[in-house]
């Protein structure tokens, strides 16, 4: 490869990374969240329109599966000093899996969107809440349930794969928990955010 093309690659991918959207100052406080990066509260308001999934509970979510960050995986696993692959094909904001991320893209017509942005991380995250709230008769607004779906899958909490796992339970009640906190929050600030006062 030529020098000159493959420095201009480097400082391309550089470039890149350097415009990636870092994780939030201070991520336990939603309004603090949304004064840093309005374009997410423009997002997370657009995704409660469209699938009813309220905004505290898609950002807790998305706290626990990510702590917002644009490129979370799974981490490696390793068999003594080898590396072999990851838990799962999870990635992005939302950890969506290959599988359903393209069941998404599919059922939803964005064939373009990425898992690394988040405009669509949360607007797939509306859309698996939707379809909890349609297939498991689980409310939008339960963030226990909600997760424990997001986690198992629809199949899996139905056969009750989650009741096995107390680890998960007291992950659940977290994402509960911070939801809980997020709305609180949110209510004493959504006006401003919404006004444009921020």
């Keep these: 490869m030529p020098k000159p093309f493959h420095f201009a690659a480097l400082a391309?991918?550089?470039?890149?990374?350097?415009?990636a959207t870092k994780p939030p100052r201070n991520p336990d406080n939603?309004?603090?969240?949304?004064?840093?990066?309005?374009?997410?509260?423009?997002?997370?308001?657009?995704?409660r329109k469209k699938w009813g999934a309220p905004v505290h509970v898609?950002?807790?979510?998305?706290?626990?599966?990510?702590?917002?960050r644009h490129d979370a995986r799974p981490?490696?696993?390793?068999?003594l000093f080898i590396p072999y692959g990851r838990a799962s094909s999870a990635y992005g904001y939302a950890q969506?899996?290959?599988?359903t991320w393209a069941d998404y893209r599919r059922e939803t017509g964005s064939g373009w969107a990425d898992r690394d942005d988040f405009?669509?991380?949360i607007d797939f995250m509306g859309w698996y809440m939707s379809k909890t709230s349609r297939l498991n008769g689980i409310s939008k607004w339960d963030a226990y349930g909600q997760y424990l779906?997001?986690?198992?899958?629809?199949?899996?909490?139905?056969?009750g794969s989650h009741l096995k796992k107390r680890w998960l339970l007291g992950v659940s009640r977290k994402v509960e928990s911070r939801a809980r906190r997020y709305a609180e929050q949110y209510w004493r600030c959504k006006d401003e955010l919404n006004d444009g006062w921020f």
Aim: net charge negative.
């Design 119 to 121: 405009d669509d991380a």
């Design 149 to 159: 779906n997001y986690h198992e899958g629809w199949t899996g909490y139905r056969r």
């Design 30 to 47: 939603l309004c603090a969240i949304f004064e840093q990066y309005p374009d997410w509260h423009e997002a997370a308001e657009d995704t």
């Design 58 to 68: 898609t950002m807790a979510m998305m706290f626990q599966e990510s702590s917002f």
């Design 96 to 99: 969506a899996k290959d599988e």
């Design 75 to 79: 981490p490696m696993r390793w068999f």
């Design 12 to 19: 391309l991918v550089a470039t890149l990374a350097g415009c």
